[in-house]
C-alpha cells in the first residue's frame, strides 16, 4: 500500500489513505484511460542498463588497483568519477526535461552512455588511469539524465496512490542489470586478468609492467564496448516508440521559486540526506565486500586470486538476494507503510553490519550479503517517500534526489582510507571501515521512523 502524502492538506490526506484501505483494484499502470504498459517495459529496462553499469564498475575498484599499482584509496577514485557525474548532471538535467520531455532526457541520457562507454578505447590507447575517469564521468552524465527521467516518468505512469510501488516494481529490474554486470566483471574481466598479484606487479620492470598492463586494459574494455552498442539499439527504439508524457504543458523554469518550494518541505529536504547515506552504504558494502572476503578467504589459505574470485561470487549471491528480496518487498508495500518497513528494514541491515565490523572470520562475509537483503527496498522508497505530494516540482524534487547520489562519491574514499591502514589495534581494518555504513544505516533508520509517525499523526489527528 502507498501512502500519498501531502503534507499542507491533511484533509486530503485522510481521506486518501482510507480510500486506499478500501480499494484494492487500482491500476499501477494506467492513467486517464492511458496505458502505459509499453512505455513501462521499455523504461524499465532502462534501469537495467543503467544496473548493469552500476555493478560492472564496483569490482573495477580492485582491477584498476592492480592493473596501475595503485592503492585501495587511489582505485576508489572510480567511484568518485562514477559518482559524481550523477552529482554534476542532474539539476542541468532536470532543466532539460523541465525545458522538452521526459523521453528527450531518456534519449540524452543513452547518448551520453554510449559515449562514455566508448570512450573507453581511446581511454586504454592513451594507457592512463585518468582517462578511464573521464569516460566513467562522460558516462554517468548519462545515467543522471537516464534516473532523473525514467525514476519520476515511472511514478507519473498511473494513480499517485500506487506510485511507491509502481517504482519499486520497475526497480526490482534494476538488479538484474546488476547481476549481469557482475557476472560480466567476474567471468569477463577479472578471470581473464593477469594471474600475477599486488605484489609480484610492483616488482615488475616498467617494460614488463607495460606489457602485462596493457593486455590487462584489452581484457577489460571490451565489455564497455559491447554495452555501447546495445545503448545505441535501446536509443533507436525508444526514439521511434512514442512515449505519452505526463508533464505539466508549461515549459517554463523557475528554478530559484521551485528550489525554495523544495527546500521548505522538511520530508523532501529529510528524503535527500536519507539517500545521500544509502547510496553510498550501498556502493560501500558491493564495493568492498571484495577486499573483505578476500581478507578472511586468504586467512584460510586460498591465494590472492582465488579469494577475489571467490569473494566476487558471494557478491553475486547478495545481488540474487537483493533481487529477490525487491520482488518481496513490493508486495508487502501492499499491506505495510513504507516508511515503517523501511524502519525495520534498516534496523536488521544495522544488525548485520555490527557483525561485519566485530565477526573476524567467514561468517562476517555471510553478514555482509545479507546487507543486501535489506537494502533493496531503501533506495526506490525513499525517492518515493521524498517526492510524494509534489506536483509540478517533481521533476527538480527527483533531481536532488539523483544528487544525493553523491554519497557514492563521498563515502566509499573515506572507507577505502581505513582499509589502506591495515590493522587499527587489533582489529583488522578492513572491518572497523565498515562504522561508515554502519552510520548510514542508523541514519536510514530515523527516517524511516520519522516517515512513518509522521503518516500516524496525519491519520490520528
Given at each position: 500500500m502507498h501512502i500519498l502524502f501531502l503534507p499542507d492538506d491533511t484533509i486530503t490526506y485522510k481521506s486518501n489513505f482510507t480510500k486506499m484501505k478500501n480499494d484494492k483494484s487500482v491500476s499501477i499502470l494506467k492513467k486517464g484511460g492511458v496505458n502505459y504498459l509499453i512505455p513501462f517495459i521499455l523504461i524499465t529496462f532502462c534501469f537495467s542498463l543503467w544496473g548493469f553499469a552500476n555493478d560492472i564498475t564496483n569490482p573495477m575498484v580492485k582491477a584498476f588497483s592492480k592493473i596501475f599499482r595503485m592503492s585501495v584509496t587511489d582505485g576508489a577514485l572510480v567511484q568518485v568519477a562514477f559518482y559524481g557525474g550523477y552529482f554534476v548532471m542532474a539539476f542541468p538535467a532536470a532543466m532539460f526535461i523541465r525545458k522538452f520531455s521526459y523521453k528527450a532526457g531518456i534519449l540524452m541520457g543513452l547518448g551520453l552512455y554510449a559515449i562514455g562507454a566508448s570512450l573507453f578505447f581511446p581511454a586504454k590507447m592513451i594507457g592512463e588511469y585518468y582517462g578511464f575517469l573521464i569516460a566513467y564521468f562522460i558516462l554517468t552524465c548519462g545515467l543522471s539524465f537516464l534516473e532523473t527521467s525514467a525514476n519520476p516518468y515511472i511514478l507519473s505512469m498511473g494513480s499517485e496512490k500506487t506510485a511507491t510501488r509502481r517504482l519499486n516494481l520497475a526497480q526490482a529490474f534494476n538488479p538484474m542489470g546488476s547481476l549481469f554486470g557482475m557476472f560480466i566483471a567476474m567471468t569477463f574481466i577479472q578471470a581473464k586478468l593477469s594471474p600475477l598479484t599486488s605484489e609480484e606487479r610492483v616488482t615488475l620492470d616498467n617494460g614488463a609492467f607495460e606489457v602485462v598492463k596493457d593486455s590487462?586494459?584489452?581484457?577489460?574494455?571490451?565489455?564497455?564496448?559491447?554495452?555501447?552498442?546495445v545503448i545505441?539499439?535501446?536509443?533507436?527504439?525508444?526514439?521511434?516508440?512514442?512515449?505519452?508524457?505526463?508533464?505539466?504543458?508549461?515549459?517554463k523554469i523557475d528554478l530559484m521559486p521551485t528550489l525554495r518550494r523544495l527546500w521548505s518541505n522538511l520530508h523532501y529536504r529529510e528524503g535527500v540526506i536519507a539517500q545521500f547515506f544509502y547510496v553510498g552504504a550501498q556502493i560501500m558494502c558491493?564495493?568492498?565486500?571484495?577486499?573483505y572476503g578476500t581478507h578472511y578467504f586468504m586467512q584460510d589459505g586460498m591465494d590472492e586470486r582465488s579469494a577475489e574470485v571467490l569473494s566476487q561470487r558471494y557478491n553475486i549471491v547478495a545481488m540474487v538476494i537483493f533481487c529477490i528480496s525487491r520482488f518481496i518487498c513490493t508486495f508487502l508495500l501492499k499491506y505495510l507503510l513504507p516508511g515503517k518497513l523501511l524502519m525495520n528494514l534498516s534496523i536488521v541491515a544495522s544488525v548485520f553490519v555490527l557483525g561485519v565490523i566485530f565477526i573476524q572470520n567467514t561468517i562476517g562475509v555471510y553478514c555482509l550479503v545479507g546487507v543486501s537483503a535489506c537494502m533493496s527496498l531503501m533506495f526506490p522508497t525513499i525517492y518515493g517517500i521524498a517526492l510524494e505530494g509534489l506536483g509540478e516540482d517533481a521533476k527538480f524534487g527527483a533531481a536532488g534526489l539523483i544528487m544525493a547520489i553523491l554519497g557514492g562519491s563521498v563515502l566509499p574514499p573515506l572507507q577505502a582510507s581505513i582499509i589502506d591502514r591495515g590493522m587499527i589495534g587489533v582489529i583488522p581494518a578492513v572491518n572497523v571501515s565498515f562504522i561508515i555504513p554502519l552510520l548510514s544505516f542508523i541514519v536510514i533508520t530515523i527516517y524511516g521512523y520519522r516517515s512513518y509517525t509522521r503518516v500516524l499523526r496525519v491519520c490520528n489527528a
Open positions: 590487462d586494459l584489452s581484457i577489460l574494455i571490451a565489455p564497455y564496448l559491447i554495452i555501447a552498442l545505441v539499439a535501446m536509443f533507436i527504439i525508444i526514439y521511434f516508440t512514442k512515449m505519452p508524457d505526463n508533464a505539466d504543458t508549461s515549459h558491493w564495493t568492498f565486500i571484495i577486499q
